[in-house]
């Protein structure tokens, strides 16, 4: 029986996915790279090593002032861009909500998932946000999704995740959740192995989400 969901924020809850994949494309062009869709998949949605390894003469402290000077990149991106919902995701939260309690789990900064949520109004749908600056180990480590465990106080059997990447799923999956992966552009050809269910519309996520609150 799911007593809670945990939801993902990018590219699940909000259309953010793309510009940081723009941001770190920009990035890399700077030092003569083309980041393509496929590579961000496999580095960033993924593994999670990012591509740092590709710049000639890479040190631990270029990855450091490199990954700075990305984040103050997508910060301004945030600021600049109209951010708006996923289609659809404001009448499921509603809907799934008023049955359970929920979560956000996110691997994003806590300053990043505020300049992406100022003026949005889902926030308010959820009991707590967990953003990275939470725990020490990021998606795809199952520490997050166990602290919101711990948040919601449910069992990882009675629990279910909400994800839009690869490395979300593996941290789902390794916390022992059930997980739906709802896929975007940048996934849409992805298997997603080991998931509960793939949907690819809001619709076939509440359909898969009632039936499962309906055991």
Request: glycine content about 8%; some cysteine.
């Given at each position: ?28 062009r ?93 926030v ?8 990275s ?6 998606k ?18 009675d ?43 809001m ?11 309906a055991?």
């Open positions: 029986m799911i007593k809670g969901v945990l939801w993902d924020n990018d590219g699940v809850l909000v259309d953010t996915e793309r510009f940081f994949f723009e941001v770190n494309r920009d990035l890399f700077a030092h003569g790279i083309e980041l393509t869709e496929r590579m961000f998949l496999d580095w960033y949605l993924r593994d999670n090593c990012g591509a740092w390894h590709l710049i000639d003469g890479v040190t631990p402290e270029l990855i450091v002032a490199r990954r700075a000077d990305r984040d103050v990149m997508y910060s301004a991106r945030l600021v600049a861009e109209a951010i708006g919902p996923v289609a659809g995701i404001e009448a499921v939260l509603a809907h799934v909500g008023a049955r359970v309690p929920m979560g956000v789990v996110t691997s994003a900064r806590r300053d990043h998932f505020e300049l992406i949520h100022n003026g949005l109004d889902l308010r749908h959820f009991q707590f946000v967990l953003t600056d939470d725990y020490g180990g990021t795809p480590s199952p520490e997050p999704y166990l602290r919101g465990l711990e948040r919601l106080r449910v069992a990882a059997q629990c279910l995740v909400v994800e839009d990447s690869p490395r979300g799923l593996q941290a789902a999956n390794a916390a022992g959740i059930a997980c739906i992966v709802l896929r975007h552009p940048l996934t849409r050809e992805h298997r997603f192995d080991g998931a509960y269910r793939v949907v690819d519309s619709a076939e996520l509440q359909a898969e989400i009632d039936a499962l609150l055991r």
